[in-house]
């Protein structure tokens, strides 16, 4: 018989390698076959609620990291959530109406204006299906559970009746209203925006001075006066209607040497202007002003027919300029507020397009309105009223979408009105939890500082704002006219509004005082996507038999605080008077291994498919457990490649585990815990606290914590301490001895429980293991439970005291090095340590009631007091001699032993392995041993 035999090596054919591409894609055409989403939510019916909802990704293209790292981020409570105790179901959703449609359709060489709106939303509808099926299976291949059977869609027609419907109820509350003011217009899309849609970007623009002649100064000033006005935008100087000074500042009328004219300019700019404009100190002041007091003089617009009205603005600053601000009301915030207040006209010279019209003048019309700045300045030199101009670098609005500048325009549109309920909102927010917890006040501070929401979209691709006009263009915006409206899109979806008359989408009979003929038309805007998106916790949560509002949790990107975290909130409040949320977790962004964001034009982006074709999707779920999602992370091929690395080594410690349990049937050889060794009591209750620390951290959804607790357990207590000296017992020890029982009883328990506790994060691996453990009671890990902590009573002093051994330890390892370095040993199992120790450090020993020969890994081990220690060296206050082990080695454990051959019938191995081998293999009796 050969030795070996003697000894209880592991065994298992779960396999070193993961080949995860291909097995996880199998092992999750076997979860949908077998519908174990469907079976676990059928375990947890009756249990309490977790909602989590998913916020809508956009459907346009494969997903990228991010959209990883937010499903994964969802996945990961979900299912932990669905195994503690939970009935968590899952609903992924899309968003599919918008701009980002229709421009990839005309990319592809449609023609909108050609094509017609009911034509164009088809073929829009078509590729929104297609976008969907192509990111469901890259989602689906991240292992993602949920309900893929029956996503919610924003354009299903019961999606749309319902958003229909949430905005009848906001019209009902007197919400809803037709404006006419500035607004971002995108003329690169065609329409107008909310601020959610706008990015910030430098640019240069040509800053202009020119000068504008008093027409009647009030007595104020003379006729022969100039104001020098500032302006960014010389385009809209052909709107221009007004000058803006500040009443409370004061205003220098200037004779610069050698001049025939007098200007006006701010007091507090005028050394800075006087620089620019090259009058030096070479300059008279003839009067200085109150800004009050130029109240309602006009002037001569500098190349139009037309007067020019001083109006008194607070907005202007002395920060840059002249402290004289040309005005526009029709392309800006604050010059159409203080247009209204003055009853100024509202000329819009600009076209949907950005192209100039007739009313700005023959030298404009047909121009396009950055190419006007030029023809502006030249009309400004002929007219000899160009100060100065010059080019300066500042922060501008852009379209989100089509990265292109946008404008301000005022123009008819409806807008949600946000200040009858501003406070209302705020006061929803303090029943909100946020993590990271500046994300309340974020948010706070952009509804506390958010003006009205335009919600109305120049497009056709989305859900018609339900709203018709009388025959004399009277607005109809009627609750039971929507909710009509709502029915006929819940039936036949929204094409309807596109594809019908006005006369036959209202209710039949119906008749209006301003309608005397009977004649109707209705808006031909479109809903804001946001109003679509941030319309879900109505349209789904609150519809939907097997969800709830409000939301226990919603976690989507930082830049929601101004997107569907914000459009959900409003919408939300109005109609039901609450915050649609309980918790609002937000993640960064990703960006790659410099740090720096990632784009498709620098190739640096990492392509989620990529990757799981190459390393699998575990690697990338890991990598999302392994960081701090809270802020931007940083990812790259390099950075997923070490996460492999630390993916093999949770891998190759569950197969240890594997092995060396794999004739451990817990039904006959669990050994309770009061009966275990003392050193696997001690790592039973130390195990049981990592149990409560995970779910703790969990429960907190902070994977990192978890990430970190993990990679320490095993890298530290198991892999560097528990299972370095188990083999020689595992290995060595009766197969049904004490000493062995005990240990995998508890090796048992780490493989079952860590198992559930990796495998909200790696499903595809914990499903892997769970199939390797015929014991196990079903044919699914996500079909158990999390593991319980258990009450094992006051383990303090337990844990305390084992703590304080693993110093021991590492002084006896320190030790040992020392002897390693100095050639005297090898391995430590050929040393002979003696501890020389306090009565503290006795008293601790003693304590343990172990014999920690076997935990130090030494071949023998002497305690003495520290009055012996004579020159023995101390580490880590610890007084420690090493000498070679004395005796001879067993080749079956491989240590020194003194009383070799002590049984005849087993010369090689010492007394304890002969008893061993005498009682468990009777036949190395007749056949011998042969090493």
Do not use: C
Request: proline share 5%; no cysteine; charged share 25%.
């Amino acid at each position: 018989m050969k030795m070996k035999e003697t000894l209880n090596l592991g065994k298992t054919k779960f396999p070193m390698r993961g080949n995860l591409p291909q097995k996880e894609a199998e092992r999750e055409n076997v979860w949908f076959e077998n519908k174990v989403y469907e079976q676990r939510q059928k375990l947890n019916e009756g249990k309490p609620s977790f909602m989590l909802h998913d916020g809508p990704p956009y459907a346009n293209g494969n997903i990228h990291i991010g959209h990883a790292m937010n499903k994964i981020s969802k996945d990961i409570i979900v299912r932990y959530k669905s195994m503690n105790g939970f009935y968590a179901p899952f609903v992924p959703g899309w968003d599919t109406h918008g701009l980002p449609i229709e421009q990839q359709l005309t990319k592809a060489g449609k023609d909108r204006k050609q094509a017609g709106p009911v034509k164009w939303r088809k073929m829009a509808a078509e590729f929104a299906d297609k976008q969907v099926k192509t990111q469901m299976a890259d989602f689906k291949r991240l292992g993602i559970s949920g309900d893929w059977d029956h996503p919610y869609i924003t354009k299903q027609p019961e999606y749309e009746a319902e958003q229909v419907r949430v905005f009848g109820k906001m019209a009902d509350r007197g919400l809803i209203y037709r404006g006419k003011k500035p607004v971002f217009w995108s003329w690169s899309s065609e329409s107008a925006l909310a601020m959610a849609e706008i990015e910030y970007h430098d640019v240069t623009s040509t800053s202009v001075s020119f000068a504008e002649q008093v027409k009647d100064g009030h007595d104020v000033l003379d006729n022969d006066t100039y104001f020098i006005v500032w302006t960014t935008t010389p385009w809209t100087i052909p709107a221009s209607e007004a000058i803006a000074v500040n009443p409370n500042f004061k205003y220098d009328v200037v004779l610069p040497a050698g001049s025939d004219r007098k200007f006006v300019v701010a007091d507090a700019l005028l050394g800075t202007a006087a620089k620019e404009y090259g009058w030096g100190e070479d300059y008279e002041i003839v009067k200085t002003v109150q800004g009050s007091e130029l109240d309602r003089i006009t002037a001569q617009h500098p190349y139009m027919d037309r007067d020019i009205l001083v109006i008194e603005g607070e907005h202007v600053t002395a920060d840059a300029g002249t402290g004289l601000v040309h005005t526009a009301p029709g392309f800006g915030e604050d010059d159409f507020a203080i247009g209204q207040a003055y009853d100024l006209p509202i000329l819009m010279n600009v076209d949907d397009r950005g192209y100039m019209t007739e009313e700005a003048g023959p030298d404009f019309e047909g121009v396009f309105y950055e190419d006007a700045n030029e023809v502006s300045l030249r009309k400004l030199e002929e007219n000899n009223a160009l100060i100065k101009a010059q080019e300066i670098t500042h922060s501008y609005p852009f379209d989100w979408r089509t990265k292109k500048p946008v404008i301000f325009r005022a123009v008819p549109q409806w807008f949600a009105s946000i200040e009858p309920i501003r406070q209302e909102i705020l006061d929803s927010l303090d029943n909100v939890e946020f993590q990271p917890e500046w994300g309340h006040k974020r948010l706070a501070n952009m509804i506390r500082d958010r003006g009205d929401w335009v919600i109305s979209r120049q497009r056709v691709w989305g859900v018609p704002l339900p709203i018709f006009y009388a025959e004399d263009g009277t607005e109809i915006v009627d609750k039971a006219i929507i909710d009509h409206v709502a029915d006929l899109v819940a039936d036949h979806g929204s094409d309807i509004w596109f594809e019908k008359e006005a006369e036959d989408l209202l209710p039949a009979g119906y008749t209006n005082e301003h309608s005397p003929n009977g004649h109707f038309t209705k808006e031909t805007d479109i809903m804001d996507v946001w109003f679509d998106s941030g319309s879900s916790h109505t349209a789904v949560m609150a519809q939907r038999p097997e969800l709830s509002f409000p939301e226990d949790v919603v976690l989507e990107g930082s830049d929601q605080y101004r997107g569907w975290f914000n459009s959900s909130l409003i919408t939300s409040v109005a109609i039901h008077d609450e915050a649609p949320y309980r918790r609002v977790i937000s993640q960064g962004f990703t960006l790659d291994g410099n740090g720096d964001k990632m784009s498709k034009s620098i190739g640096n982006t990492v392509s989620p498919n990529d990757i799981t074709k190459k390393m699998g999707a575990e690697i990338i779920r890991l990598w999302v457990a392994s960081v701090d999602t809270s802020g931007d992370v940083r990812v790259s091929e390099d950075i997923l490649s070490k996460t492999s690395d630390v993916y093999r080594k949770i891998r190759n410690t569950m197969r240890y585990l594997l092995s060396n349990t794999s004739d451990f049937v817990p039904a006959e050889n669990t050994v309770a815990y009061a009966d275990l060794t003392p050193v696997d009591q001690y790592f039973y209750a130390n195990f049981n606290q990592l149990v409560a620390n995970l779910k703790a951290a969990y429960d907190a959804y902070d994977f990192q914590t978890v990430y970190k607790l993990l990679i320490n357990f095993i890298n530290v207590d198991l892999s560097a301490f528990y299972l370095d000296f188990a083999k020689d017992i595992l290995y060595v020890e009766a197969p049904n001895g004490h000493a062995r029982r005990s240990l995998q009883t508890v090796l048992y328990k780490i493989l079952v429980d860590l198992d559930k506790l990796i495998l909200p994060i790696l499903p595809h691996t914990a499903e892997e293991i769970f199939d390797y453990l015929p014991n196990e009671a079903g044919d699914f890990a996500y079909l158990t439970e999390m593991p319980v902590v258990e009450d094992l009573g006051d383990v303090t002093d337990l844990l305390a005291r084992w703590q304080q051994f693993m110093g021991v330890r590492d002084a006896v390892n320190k030790a040992l090095e020392v002897a390693r370095d100095d050639k005297l040993i090898g391995k430590p199992s050929e040393a002979a340590i003696t501890l020389y120790l306090t009565e503290a450090q006795q008293a601790l020993i003693d304590s343990l009631g172990q014999d920690i020969r076997v935990l130090l890994m030494v071949s023998q081990l002497h305690l003495a007091t520290v009055a012996e220690a004579g020159d023995a060296n101390e580490f880590d206050g610890y007084r420690i001699l090493v000498e070679h082990a004395a005796g001879e080695v067993s080749p079956r454990d491989r240590m020194y032993h003194l009383d070799l051959g002590a049984d005849p019938d087993f010369p090689m191995l010492s007394a304890h392995e002969a008893e061993i081998v005498r009682e468990n293999y009777p036949e190395a009796l007749t056949e011998g041993l042969a090493d």
